[in-house]
């Protein structure tokens, strides 16, 4: 077959922002292989991701694993390039990056590049889907990588739950497969034994590495036509072997494996409940956004909302809901809820509270202007990008995976997956809309996806330490410890009626949402490069900076609070993530709605002081920088209540620090010895016995007595503004506290400590108990 004439000959329109200088092409090789060429001139890097729609759950149930062990092997040499290393050699001999990951029903395949060197990493990287070797001898090695990855996760919380809740499941269907592999389930089983696991690899690979379930992506300086040329060149021999892609109709959560309470043993020192319940797959009805309504709904966090009411009773720190949609259609919706040890003790209560905001949306027609509402935060993106000019984003291919989904009766709408960083697709037709946009509004389907939220349709998951006496039973691949019980009657049928509450409600509009995207008239030379020194004062150091390259209607401001009463000793240190925990705590319902305006706040703590980073649409950004400031100067006397909630999530932390990554623990300890007033964990440990709800308070007078702000302000702010946000602080903390200046001579400089040759130095960590 001529492959140069057997691509799409009447592609879709790719529709793009205003500064968005790519040009964009979508096609089909000859051998049904899905294509996006992306060309930009301008780009640092070129970028390539081959995704098949294949993955774990099409494992052999005797090979758990193998599609993971199979994308190990694909880089370890094919016919035309044997040498094992010659693909990972060439990417980073010519400046660039490779991963690859498999996912229950896709793997992909990524890397980035110079743009000069593109086509010689197609030439290689085109092969593993043409002729791979999966040697013999690789075949044995490889598996200790995959055993590598298995053993990394074992401490991981997050993965140790989620083969947990699969292994519950229907018993058989796919879903309950070990995804990743280890040796044992690759080798070392009776099961695995009893077969040639190279054979097995190679029969994998030869069924379902098919060009008709796979979607390529390309990223280059070169004009779409050379583009296009080079993925006919590399590609068009990937054999299409009319794979049928696997689908999941019949569910995995029988009635038998729900109405389950599930307690389970976690390695962290952690408190937690997850609450799921299946829900039909939403994909075909994705224009409605019935999920967006609900997830956004339940997960709130402002007046009325569940959290909130949390809170306020001392029982959580967090609560997040999201839907779940791992493999084609197999959806479920979750809630999670991170509990404090006193709302351990409330699990009944608080689950009860879920039905009752449930019962209450139920109650309740559908509210189109929350619908509204969350399509205006998604369309921020869309705003931000319009004025965006062409940046290369490192995570751009990767974002542009789930254009490569099957399934689709015409091949246009793998757009409707499109996500790129920078939006810069929105649609590819004017009749497809991007996946993320409600353009129905049927409260119909709204209503039908809370009549799944029921007692009788859920499992719930409730993790903690304190249950380990109880726990008998064990997960086989991660060793869990769990214990399973049918919930009784008598407590669904409580939650299943369970009461109106005045203290749950609706959310309030939101009163960020930004309006105007006007961009500043008066802008400064283009060719200003570097922030410039804007005011200098005893007590200050501002710089700015005008944007005069993105173009785009937002602020960025940072402010650095320095003061002499934070790197002086342990004991202060903890006392100042303890006053900058307890101020996030205190503004998470105004910082949550913000957020969802495209406008956020991040407070955090150094060993100098405190930062404060604001960045957002300028409409609404004064307003939202002087209400944090205000908050931020009155809140002196933080709430005790909220205080030993916040003493238990640090503590927390600081024990579970020793479950970390061990690459993240050697960082750790690598500054506690190389660095001057770098405390380790014992000391922080100390301190958090010491502190006491007064001992915060007086730090908190003691922390402004004597500052230095250092700032930067930068973006679409003109330079009267830019002094206008930091008199705004200044006289707040001046009229509030009195703030004295200090020379910034009395503040350490940060040293580094060098280790003479052939000295060996190690930090004394003991992790005692708190």
Same mark, same amino acid.
């Given at each position: 077959?001529?492959? *140069?004439?057997?691509? /799409?000959?009447?592609?879709?329109?790719?529709?793009?922002?205003?500064?968005?200088?790519?040009?964009?092409?979508?096609?089909? #090789?000859?051998?049904?292989?899905?294509?996006? +060429?992306?060309?930009?001139?301008?780009?640092?890097?070129?970028?390539?991701?081959?995704?098949?729609?294949?993955?774990?759950?099409?494992?052999?149930?005797?090979?758990?694993?193998?599609?993971?062990?199979?994308?190990?092997?694909?880089?370890?040499?094919?016919?035309?390039?044997?040498?094992? !290393?010659?693909?990972? =050699?060439?990417?980073?001999?010519?400046?660039?990056?490779?991963?690859?990951?498999?996912?229950?029903?896709?793997?992909?395949?990524?890397?980035?590049?110079?743009?000069?060197?593109?086509?010689?990493?197609?030439?290689?990287?085109?092969?593993?889907?043409?002729?791979?070797?999966?040697?013999?001898?690789?075949?044995?090695?490889?598996?200790?990588?995959?055993?590598?990855?298995?053993?990394?996760?074992?401490?991981?919380?997050?993965?140790?739950?989620?083969?947990?809740?699969?292994?519950?499941?229907?018993?058989?269907? /796919?879903?309950?497969?070990?995804?990743?592999?280890?040796?044992?389930?690759?080798?070392?089983?009776?099961?695995?034994?009893?077969?040639?696991?190279?054979?097995?690899?190679?029969?994998?690979?030869?069924?379902?590495?098919?060009?008709?379930?796979?979607?390529?992506?390309?990223?280059?300086?070169?004009?779409?036509?050379? #583009?296009?040329?080079?993925?006919?060149?590399?590609?068009?021999?990937?054999?299409?072997? !009319?794979?049928?892609?696997?689908?999941?109709?019949?569910?995995?959560?029988?009635?038998?494996?729900?109405?389950?309470?599930?307690?389970?043993?976690?390695?962290?020192?952690?408190?937690? *409940?997850?609450?799921?319940?299946?829900?039909?797959?939403?994909?075909? /009805?994705?224009?409605?956004?019935?999920?967006?309504?609900?997830?956004?709904? #339940?997960?709130?966090? $402002?007046?009325?909302?569940?959290?909130?009411?949390?809170?306020?009773?001392?029982?959580?720190?967090?609560?997040?809901?999201?839907?779940?949609?791992?493999?084609?259609?197999?959806?479920?919706?979750?809630?999670?809820?991170?509990?404090?040890?006193?709302?351990?003790?409330?699990?009944?209560?608080?689950?009860?509270?879920?039905?009752?905001?449930?019962?209450?949306?139920?109650?309740?027609?559908?509210? =189109?202007?929350? +619908?509204?509402?969350?399509?205006?935060?998604?369309?921020?993106?869309?705003? &931000?990008?319009?004025?965006?000019?062409?940046?290369?984003?490192?995570?751009?291919?990767? =974002?542009?995976?789930?254009?490569?989904?099957?399934? !689709? $009766?015409?091949?246009?709408?793998?757009?409707?997956?499109?996500?790129?960083?920078?939006?810069?697709?929105?649609?590819?037709?004017?009749?497809?809309?991007?996946?993320? *946009?409600?353009?129905?509004?049927?409260?119909?389907?709204?209503?039908?996806?809370?009549?799944? #939220?029921?007692?009788?349709?859920?499992?719930?998951?409730?993790?903690?330490?304190?249950?380990?006496?109880?726990?008998?039973?064990?997960?086989?691949?991660?060793?869990?410890?769990?214990?399973?019980?049918?919930?009784?009657?008598?407590?669904?049928?409580?939650?299943?009626?369970?009461?109106?509450?005045?203290?749950?409600?609706?959310?309030?509009?939101?009163?960020?949402?930004?309006?105007?995207?006007?961009?500043?008239?008066?802008?400064?030379?283009?060719?200003?490069?570097?922030?410039?020194?804007?005011?200098?004062?005893?007590?200050?150091?501002?710089?700015?900076?005008?944007?005069?390259?993105?173009?785009?209607?937002?602020?960025?401001?940072?402010?650095?609070?320095?003061?002499?009463?934070?790197?002086?000793?342990?004991?202060?240190?903890?006392?100042?993530?303890?006053?900058?925990?307890?101020?996030?705590?205190?503004?998470?319902?105004?910082?949550?709605?913000?957020?969802?305006?495209?406008?956020?706040?991040?407070?955090?703590?150094?060993?100098?002081?405190?930062?404060?980073?604001?960045?957002?649409?300028?409409?609404?950004?004064?307003?939202?920088?002087?209400?944090?400031?205000?908050?931020?100067?009155?809140?002196?006397?933080?709430?005790?209540?909220?205080?030993?909630?916040?003493?238990?999530?640090?503590?927390?932390?600081?024990?579970?620090?020793?479950?970390?990554? &061990?690459?993240?623990?050697?960082?750790?300890?690598?500054?506690?010895?190389?660095?001057?007033?770098?405390?380790?964990?014992?000391?922080?440990?100390?301190?958090? =016995?010491?502190?006491?709800?007064?001992?915060?308070?007086?730090?908190?007078?003691?922390?402004?007595?004597?500052?230095?702000?250092?700032?930067?302000?930068?973006?679409?702010?003109?330079?009267?503004?830019?002094?206008?946000?930091?008199?705004?602080?200044?006289?707040?903390?001046?009229?509030?506290?009195?703030?004295?200046?200090?020379?910034?001579?009395?503040?350490?400089?940060?040293?580094?400590?060098?280790?003479?040759?052939?000295?060996?130095?190690?930090?004394?960590?003991?992790?005692?108990?708190?």
């Amino acid at each position: 077959m001529d492959c *140069m004439n057997s691509v /799409d000959s009447s592609p879709p329109v790719v529709q793009k922002s205003a500064n968005d200088l790519r040009e964009y092409k979508v096609m089909r #090789l000859c051998n049904r292989m899905k294509v996006l +060429l992306i060309s930009d001139p301008e780009t640092d890097k070129s970028a390539v991701c081959l995704s098949v729609n294949i993955g774990s759950l099409s494992d052999p149930k005797e090979l758990p694993g193998l599609a993971h062990f199979c994308e190990h092997m694909l880089f370890l040499g094919t016919k035309s390039f044997p040498t094992e !290393n010659t693909y990972l =050699k060439y990417i980073t001999d010519h400046g660039g990056h490779c991963n690859a990951f498999t996912s229950p029903d896709r793997t992909s395949y990524v890397f980035d590049v110079a743009p000069e060197s593109l086509k010689g990493a197609l030439d290689i990287f085109s092969q593993f889907f043409i002729c791979p070797l999966f040697t013999d001898s690789a075949t044995e090695r490889e598996v200790s990588a995959v055993q590598s990855e298995h053993e990394k996760d074992i401490s991981n919380d997050t993965r140790r739950l989620f083969q947990l809740e699969r292994s519950l499941s229907k018993s058989g269907h /796919d879903y309950t497969k070990f995804l990743s592999g280890n040796r044992y389930s690759l080798f070392e089983s009776s099961c695995a034994q009893s077969v040639n696991t190279r054979e097995k690899l190679l029969q994998f690979y030869s069924t379902w590495y098919s060009s008709n379930v796979m979607g390529l992506v390309i990223l280059g300086r070169e004009s779409i036509n050379d #583009l296009e040329k080079l993925a006919e060149d590399k590609f068009s021999e990937v054999i299409d072997r !009319n794979v049928v892609q696997p689908s999941w109709n019949d569910t995995p959560w029988p009635d038998i494996c729900l109405k389950k309470m599930v307690y389970v043993v976690p390695l962290n020192d952690v408190h937690q *409940m997850n609450i799921m319940w299946p829900i039909p797959d939403y994909i075909p /009805d994705y224009t409605a956004q019935a999920t967006s309504y609900v997830t956004y709904l #339940l997960g709130h966090e $402002s007046r009325g909302s569940l959290l909130s009411l949390f809170k306020n009773a001392g029982w959580a720190n967090q609560l997040t809901c999201d839907v779940n949609r791992s493999e084609a259609g197999i959806c479920y919706l979750n809630v999670f809820v991170h509990l404090t040890l006193k709302g351990l003790e409330k699990v009944n209560e608080i689950i009860t509270n879920i039905y009752q905001y449930i019962n209450m949306l139920h109650s309740d027609e559908p509210k =189109k202007w929350v +619908l509204d509402e969350i399509q205006i935060y998604k369309m921020q993106d869309d705003l &931000t990008n319009h004025f965006m000019a062409t940046v290369y984003d490192p995570n751009l291919i990767k =974002k542009l995976l789930t254009c490569l989904t099957p399934d !689709n $009766s015409r091949f246009e709408n793998v757009v409707l997956n499109f996500l790129l960083s920078n939006g810069s697709i929105y649609k590819m037709q004017d009749d497809l809309t991007n996946h993320f *946009m409600a353009t129905v509004y049927d409260p119909n389907l709204i209503k039908k996806l809370l009549t799944c #939220l029921t007692p009788d349709n859920s499992r719930i998951f409730l993790l903690s330490k304190t249950f380990a006496d109880k726990c008998v039973e064990e997960e086989p691949w991660y060793h869990t410890k769990y214990l399973a019980i049918n919930i009784p009657e008598n407590t669904l049928s409580a939650w299943r009626n369970s009461p109106s509450n005045p203290e749950l409600r609706f959310p309030e509009p939101n009163s960020f949402i930004t309006t105007e995207f006007d961009l500043l008239q008066n802008k400064c030379p283009m060719n200003v490069e570097m922030p410039e020194l804007l005011i200098e004062t005893e007590m200050s150091r501002i710089w700015y900076f005008q944007d005069t390259e993105f173009n785009l209607p937002k602020g960025f401001i940072k402010f650095h609070i320095v003061s002499l009463s934070t790197f002086c000793s342990p004991l202060h240190e903890t006392l100042c993530a303890f006053y900058v925990n307890l101020f996030l705590d205190q503004i998470y319902e105004l910082n949550y709605s913000s957020v969802f305006a495209d406008i956020t706040v991040h407070v955090g703590y150094t060993n100098r002081g405190i930062t404060l980073l604001f960045s957002g649409f300028t409409h609404k950004l004064k307003t939202f920088v002087q209400e944090i400031v205000t908050q931020l100067v009155d809140y002196c006397e933080p709430k005790t209540d909220r205080f030993e909630c916040i003493r238990e999530k640090i503590s927390q932390n600081i024990t579970n620090f020793s479950l970390k990554p &061990t690459h993240h623990q050697a960082c750790t300890y690598l500054t506690n010895i190389t660095t001057h007033h770098s405390w380790i964990i014992d000391d922080f440990i100390q301190a958090l =016995k010491d502190i006491t709800y007064e001992k915060l308070v007086n730090y908190i007078k003691e922390f402004y007595e004597r500052i230095f702000i250092e700032g930067l302000i930068y973006g679409s702010i003109t330079e009267e503004d830019a002094i206008n946000y930091y008199e705004m602080i200044r006289d707040l903390l001046i009229q509030k506290f009195d703030s004295k200046p200090f020379l910034l001579s009395h503040i350490a400089t940060p040293r580094e400590v060098i280790i003479p040759e052939g000295k060996h130095l190690c930090p004394s960590v003991f992790f005692s108990e708190i």
